[in-house]
């Protein structure tokens, strides 16, 4: 079963005995299954942050590691700065709220495509703490050659990013093309 379906469901679980029975109330069932989407939105890009937090400890492990060579400290604050920035993106996401004076209104369909791409999210954090952690092994056992795994981190979080963009275009109200 695919990541956000074990979310909708478990959101489902969750649901009150009152809002279950208003579901079957036509005006409030649409308002109340829209913002449950945005409920499970905010939850996975939630778990998205928390993973991503955990990357970030491994940077910072592998940074003090590095303190004697000066260009692969270089390398690792910039990916460090990428995974912090791309973490301040996360948190700070809308949650596919729109106000009432806003032009670009935010769909159901489109509400269930943002959930299909955190998902995505969450696959690609879990791919970089794995990277994150395997690296910060080979550096406990004394590998000091980590010039290539450091740059398989910089391409992965540079394809987070990308993924991400692509994330806030459909958010923005554009089609991904």
Known sequence: MSLDKTVENQMNKNRSLVERIGLYIPIYRGYKEKNLRRDEDRAVRTEVARVL??????????????????????????????????????????????????????????????????????????????????????IDAGETKIKAPLRELEITIDKLIEDY??????MRGFKEE
Not at 165 to 170: A, I, Q, S
């Open 53 to 138: 937090e955990r990357a970030k400890l491994d940077l910072v492990t592998i940074q003090r590691a590095v303190v004697n060579d000066l260009d692969l400290m270089r390398d690792t604050e910039r990916i460090r700065s990428k995974a912090d920035r791309y973490y301040i993106d996360v948190k700070k996401a809308v949650n596919g709220y729109s106000s009432f004076h806003t032009a670009i209104k935010i769909l159901e369909s489109e509400l269930d495509a943002l959930i299909e791409w955190d998902a995505k999210l969450i696959d690609d954090a879990v791919a970089l703490k794995t990277e994150t952690e395997e690296l910060v092994k080979r």
């Open 165 to 170: 963009n692509g994330r806030e275009t459909v």
